[in-house]
């Protein structure tokens, strides 16, 4: 749970945009699910959020 509050933990709103991205793909995630989109939301909020650069 550290590494999750450290992760969300930031001094601008990066993790805001985090907390809102997760949430967001989530909530799609759910709505669609059974359909392969609902894969492809959850994947592509891993990918956005584990991007280093």
Avoid: N, W, Y
């Amino acid at each position: 749970m550290a590494d999750f509050a450290g992760f969300l933990a930031s001094d601008d709103q990066d993790g805001i945009v985090r907390l809102c991205t997760l949430f967001g793909a989530l909530v799609l995630s759910r709505a669609t699910k059974g359909s392969p989109l609902s894969g492809e939301i959850l994947a592509a909020a891993h990918t956005a959020l584990t991007e280093t650069g």
